[in-house]
């Protein structure tokens, strides 16, 4: 909000390089956000497509693994971006 625009800018006036990276982890934390919306998109479309036994279903559960691993180093990354910030 207004308290954010504010340090932005005197940050950018007394530390522009800090400034620089502070956007940088900003567009970076969004980028990851949009990533886990995506992870879990593709996980609900795989479940509505799925016949059968979801035990069963190797694709399925392929995807789960690979989607859990990426979303909790996503949200590692996004934790530690927003305590740098």
């Given at each position: 909000?207004l308290?954010?625009?504010?340090?932005?800018?005197?940050?950018m006036?007394e530390?522009?390089?800090?400034?620089?990276?502070?956007?940088?982890?900003?567009?970076s934390?969004?980028s990851?956000?949009?990533d886990?919306k995506?992870?879990?998109?593709k996980i609900?479309?795989?479940?509505s497509?799925?016949?059968?036994?979801?035990v069963d279903?190797?694709d399925?559960?392929?995807?789960l693994?690979?989607s859990?691993?990426?979303?909790?180093?996503?949200?590692r990354?996004?934790?530690?971006?927003?305590?740098?910030?």
């Open positions: 909000g308290l954010d625009q504010m340090l932005s800018l005197a940050v006036h530390r522009p390089d800090l400034e620089a990276i502070r956007s940088q982890l900003i567009i934390c969004a990851m956000k949009y886990l995506d992870i879990e998109d609900l479309d795989k479940l497509k799925s016949e059968g036994s979801t279903n190797i399925l559960i392929t995807t693994e690979i859990k691993y990426k979303s909790e180093e996503i949200k990354q996004v934790l530690v971006a927003e305590a740098t910030q």
